[in-house]
């Protein structure tokens, strides 16, 4: 890495945040070392710009035979080598990450248990990490969210969530843990939930492309691109 603009483009993302600057202030005065936990996809931990990086990984065991690559991409932009002539230049050089595959953990594909939910934050928090990436987010609630709930009852499942895991959090703060979790805002906001038919071709085509023989797609919803739908509004 360097100041000169990056020919590759790879870094163009750092480079509208300041992040050299940065850099070549850390340079000087070497901040201190931060454990930092990562709750995402599966992790590479032969990736030649983060191996040494990451300090532990958790239910990660079958990586290699997911082609799953959000985890290693969200572990990159936290703490890629820098100055190495490889990938890209992470933001934090100073981070020891400890990462911890949902993947890896759960039993279903899209959601995980409130139990295990309280497991994996408890697992990276009782390893010291001082920030926790979170990079996740639940299908069966998005689709609840866009396409409406006239029972009433997913907002009052997010409030039990919201109580439970506010108490759990507060038990560490009451400890005297001092820890920063950092929530993504989504990817996923230029797409519209539609309710899921029978005789729905593109839920069809989606669900096989995601090898599942259900006729319908998760919690019998599927995502539609917004400018799409939106040009079917008279």
């Known amino acids: 890495w360097n100041l000169e603009p990056d020919s590759m483009d790879n870094n163009w993302w750092a480079e509208a945040i300041g ?3 940065v850099w070549m202030v850390g340079d000087k005065i070497k901040y201190q070392k ?3 936990g990562l709750l995402d996809e599966f992790f590479d931990e032969e990736q030649e710009d983060l191996k040494s990086k990451i300090e532990k990984t958790y239910c990660n065991q079958d990586w290699k035979d997911h082609n799953y690559e959000h985890g290693t991409h969200v572990a ?5 080598e820098k100055n190495n002539g490889k990938g890209i230049a992470g933001v934090a050089d100073n981070a020891r990450l400890y990462c ?4 890896g953990d759960s039993k279903t594909e899209e959601f995980t248990t409130i139990m ?3 497991y994996q934050f408890a697992t990276l928090m009782n390893q010291g990490v001082k920030v926790i990436n979170y990079s996740w987010r639940n299908d069966n609630m998005a689709a609840k969210a866009a396409f409406g709930d006239s029972s009433g009852t ?3 499942e997010l409030d039990e969530l919201g109580v439970i895991m506010r108490d759990f ?3 560490y703060i009451e400890k005297g843990t001092e820890f920063l979790i950092v929530q993504s805002a989504g990817n996923a906001a230029n797409y519209l939930w539609e309710e899921c038919s029978e005789e729905d071709t593109h839920c069809k085509a989606v669900r096989k492309a995601e090898h599942d023989n259900n006729e319908k797609h998760i919690y019998g919803y ?3 691109k917004r400018a799409k739908s939106l040009q079917s509004i008279d």
């Open 154 to 156: 997913f907002k009052k």
């Open 116 to 118: 295990e939910e309280k």
């Open 34 to 36: 931060v454990k930092v």
């Open 100 to 103: 911890y595959s949902k993947k």
């Open 19 to 21: 992040m050299p600057y």
């Open 222 to 224: 599927h995502a539609v």
């Open 169 to 171: 959090f507060q038990k």
């Open 76 to 80: 990159g932009i936290l703490a890629a």
